[in-house]
């Protein structure tokens, strides 16, 4: 460490209080007779924790921290150090853009190593702060394992004649050679990298598509898809077999799809993954949606909502008896919303029962039964027998037809409280969408409380969000007046820590319609869906994108994903 900004560290510390003098010294004496870097004996001694170092540096010297394990290093930077400076200076190049290479270091205050740096490269280094076991992690990765290098060996290893080849793309392989190919180290190897990446990039799907030359893997990170490594077409097979193998899915039919799931053991806890599998015209396409219970958020107060629709939503839920619905696209969180209500009057005094296709989480005093239409256990055939179990309260997973609503209708008029989801875009929509499925109106006024239409969208970065005047002209079309006649909106500028989007994580934003005496008599009269939507508003319903609006003006999100995710709404209602 250089004279100098030694002092500059052990006084930061001690006026942290993270340090004593006493702790110092002793620290000192060990460097005096042993050697080596002042930052890494205090923390090997037990005197200052690595993290607390290293937020401390970051803040005073202006150096921002990263978490490596949840970023994707740019393989092309990789052979612009080599591993042997990497591991001796404990660094690890991030990315580069035009003659600035970004460097994660895990001493920022040895200059020495960035000095040398900047001389084998010939860039400009801007140095980002990380622990040294994320440092050692990435370059046993990126380096030892690296995307590309990996995927290449894994070839080799596999490629030991014309005959292993031909197996290995699948032609002319029998269902015992694939089964035997997938339980193979190389393949297992390949699965579990492409699964592990999926999770560090906090993805929600994965998908896997056979292209003509390739095979194409793509992440859902907060709902924009991304592309990852591209393994040869030579894996296709071998990898799909590895899936439905421990997915228990027939590994010989290839012709019809499959859906399964499994569970695999990834950073120390257990994550399930959904799995469905397409024949395509290039081969079969793989979709893994990934159930982390470590990412899910079971807690109505802090999925985005603003409070007037978690008031409504609550006041809904403390009803007796009565339908509530929660309405959206795929994807959209409608049944993470559900089980947010479901942990919220999860009583012990209560009998909760659900119906799921397929069970996503499980929930600790809830009774949980996952629908087989296969065998004839559909959602209807289940909620028969549910009602026959003496339950207070009922989730079905999802509303897809006629049989279905109609028991669910009567198990709410019968004293029951029923949650549910239905795919429409609007939630003054679904009610004209139950109608039209066969529902009587006054079935419908009966028992539904409360209707709910949700999005996700995307958080500004927390790490590099930056404030902007929004135009005049967009401020006005969007409806949007300050006293001082600017709109002061955010947005992220890209960093490290969001892998260069501006987004970290998602909300949602919801219109919540209630059942209001004016809305059930429109509804009894068979009037159009924009007549109930007009009324809902002057009864005081802000819709998905009032709601997303103003979470722009909060500044959580901004006014582009706002608009991405409600570009189908009517002008009037902004």
Same mark, same amino acid.
């Given at each position: 460490?250089?004279?100098?900004?030694?002092?500059?560290?052990?006084?930061?510390?001690?006026?942290?209080?993270?340090?004593?003098?006493?702790?110092?010294?002793?620290?000192?004496?060990?460097?005096?007779?042993?050697?080596?870097?002042?930052?890494?004996?205090?923390?090997?001694?037990?005197?200052?924790?690595?993290?607390?170092?290293?937020?401390?540096?970051?803040?005073?010297?202006?150096?921002?921290?990263?978490?490596?394990?949840?970023?994707?290093?740019?393989?092309?930077?990789?052979?612009?150090?080599?591993?042997?400076?990497?591991?001796?200076?404990?660094?690890?190049?991030?990315?580069?853009?035009?003659?600035?290479?970004?460097?994660?270091?895990?001493?920022?205050?040895?200059?020495?190593?960035?000095?040398?740096?900047?001389?084998?490269?010939?860039?400009?280094?801007?140095?980002?702060?990380?622990?040294?076991?994320?440092?050692?992690?990435?370059?046993?990765?990126?380096?030892?394992?690296?995307?590309?290098?990996?995927?290449?060996?894994?070839?080799?290893?596999?490629?030991?004649?014309?005959?292993?080849?031909?197996?290995?793309?699948?032609?002319?392989?029998?269902?015992?050679?694939?089964?035997?190919?997938?339980?193979?180290?190389?393949?297992?190897?390949?699965?579990?990298?492409?699964?592990?990446?999926?999770?560090?990039?906090?993805?929600?799907?994965?998908?896997?598509?056979?292209?003509?030359?390739?095979?194409?893997?793509?992440?859902?990170?907060?709902?924009?898809?991304?592309?990852?490594?591209?393994?040869?077409?030579?894996?296709?097979?071998?990898?799909?077999?590895?899936?439905?193998?421990?997915?228990?899915?027939?590994?010989?039919?290839?012709?019809?799809?499959?859906?399964?799931?499994?569970?695999?053991?990834?950073?120390?806890?257990?994550?399930?993954?959904?799995?469905?599998?397409?024949?395509?015209?290039?081969?079969?396409?793989?979709?893994?949606?990934? !159930?982390?219970? $470590?990412? /899910?958020?079971?807690? #109505?107060?802090?999925?985005?909502? &603003?409070?007037?629709? =978690? @008031? +409504? *939503?609550?006041?809904?839920?403390?009803?007796?008896?009565?339908?509530?619905?929660?309405?959206?696209?795929?994807?959209?969180?409608?049944?993470?919303?559900?089980?947010?209500?479901?942990?919220?009057?999860?009583?012990?005094?209560?009998?909760?029962?659900?119906?799921?296709?397929?069970?996503?989480?499980?929930?600790?005093?809830?009774?949980?039964?996952?629908?087989?239409?296969?065998?004839? !256990?559909?959602? $209807?055939? /289940?909620?028969?027998? #549910?009602?026959?179990?003496?339950? &207070?309260?009922?989730? =079905? @997973? +999802? *509303?897809?037809?006629?049989?279905?609503?109609?028991?669910?209708?009567?198990?709410?008029?019968?004293?029951?409280?029923?949650?549910?989801?239905?795919?429409?875009?609007?939630?003054?929509?679904?009610?004209?969408?139950?109608?039209?499925?066969?529902?009587?109106?006054?079935?419908?006024?009966?028992?539904?409380?409360?209707?709910?239409?949700?999005?996700?969208?995307?958080?500004?970065?927390?790490?590099?969000?930056?404030?902007?005047?929004?135009?005049?002209?967009?401020?006005?079309?969007?409806?949007?007046?300050?006293?001082?006649?600017?709109?002061?909106?955010?947005?992220?500028?890209?960093?490290?820590?969001?892998?260069?989007?501006?987004?970290?994580?998602?909300?949602?934003?919801?219109?919540?319609?209630?059942?209001?005496?004016?809305?059930?008599?429109?509804?009894?009269?068979?009037?159009?869906?924009?007549?109930?939507?007009?009324?809902?508003?002057?009864?005081?319903?802000?819709?998905?994108?009032?709601?997303?609006?103003?979470?722009?003006?909060?500044?959580?999100?901004?006014?582009?994903?706002?608009?991405?995710?409600?570009?189908?709404?009517?002008?009037?209602?902004?």
């Amino acid at each position: 460490m250089v004279p100098g900004l030694k002092e500059k560290l052990t006084k930061i510390l001690i006026d942290r209080k993270l340090i004593k003098e006493a702790d110092l010294q002793k620290a000192l004496s060990v460097q005096k007779e042993k050697g080596g870097s002042l930052s890494d004996l205090l923390v090997s001694l037990g005197i200052v924790s690595k993290n607390d170092l290293m937020l401390v540096l970051s803040e005073e010297l202006g150096i921002p921290p990263i978490n490596l394990g949840r970023f994707k290093v740019d393989p092309s930077v990789l052979g612009l150090i080599p591993k042997k400076v990497a591991k001796h200076y404990k660094i690890m190049p991030i990315s580069k853009m035009g003659n600035v290479l970004t460097l994660a270091i895990s001493d920022p205050l040895n200059i020495f190593a960035i000095d040398d740096i900047k001389t084998l490269t010939g860039f400009k280094i801007t140095p980002i702060i990380t622990t040294e076991k994320d440092i050692r992690d990435a370059i046993g990765q990126y380096y030892d394992e690296g995307a590309y290098s990996a995927i290449e060996k894994i070839v080799t290893d596999m490629k030991g004649s014309e005959g292993d080849v031909r197996l290995l793309d699948g032609s002319g392989a029998g269902a015992e050679d694939m089964a035997k190919i997938a339980q193979e180290a190389p393949v297992v190897k390949i699965t579990n990298m492409i699964l592990a990446e999926a999770v560090n990039v906090r993805a929600s799907d994965i998908l896997i598509e056979p292209l003509e030359k390739e095979v194409r893997i793509r992440y859902r990170v907060d709902g924009i898809l991304q592309e990852g490594r591209k393994p040869p077409k030579v894996l296709h097979s071998a990898i799909v077999s590895r899936l439905k193998v421990i997915s228990d899915l027939d590994i010989s039919e290839h012709r019809l799809p499959q859906d399964g799931r499994f569970k695999v053991r990834l950073y120390g806890r257990e994550i399930d993954f959904r799995i469905s599998v397409l024949p395509s015209s290039m081969g079969e396409k793989v979709a893994l949606r990934i !159930l982390d219970k $470590a990412q /899910a958020t079971l807690d #109505i107060e802090k999925l985005g909502f &603003d409070q007037r629709s =978690i @008031g +409504e *939503i609550k006041k809904a839920a403390d009803r007796p008896h009565g339908m509530i619905l929660i309405c959206g696209p795929t994807g959209c969180g409608k049944t993470t919303t559900l089980y947010s209500i479901l942990q919220m009057v999860n009583d012990p005094a209560d009998n909760i029962v659900t119906v799921e296709d397929p069970i996503e989480y499980l929930i600790e005093g809830i009774n949980q039964v996952s629908s087989r239409p296969e065998i004839g !256990l559909t959602f $209807a055939a /289940a909620l028969r027998s #549910i009602l026959r179990q003496d339950p &207070d309260t009922i989730m =079905i @997973g +999802e *509303i897809r037809d006629f049989d279905t609503v109609d028991i669910a209708i009567k198990a709410a008029l019968t004293g029951h409280l029923v949650l549910s989801t239905l795919h429409t875009t609007t939630a003054t929509g679904s009610v004209v969408r139950l109608v039209n499925m066969g529902v009587e109106p006054f079935l419908l006024t009966s028992s539904l409380i409360m209707v709910g239409a949700q999005r996700l969208v995307r958080k500004i970065c927390n790490n590099c969000k930056e404030a902007y005047t929004l135009d005049k002209d967009v401020a006005e079309k969007l409806g949007l007046k300050t006293s001082s006649g600017k709109v002061t909106l955010y947005r992220g500028k890209g960093c490290p820590t969001c892998f260069g989007t501006g987004y970290k994580g998602r909300i949602a934003i919801i219109e919540v319609l209630t059942m209001t005496p004016k809305i059930k008599e429109l509804i009894l009269a068979g009037e159009q869906e924009y007549k109930i939507r007009e009324e809902a508003r002057r009864e005081g319903m802000k819709t998905i994108r009032e709601n997303g609006i103003q979470s722009a003006l909060d500044g959580v999100t901004t006014l582009d994903e706002v608009v991405r995710v409600t570009v189908g709404e009517q002008v009037d209602t902004v």
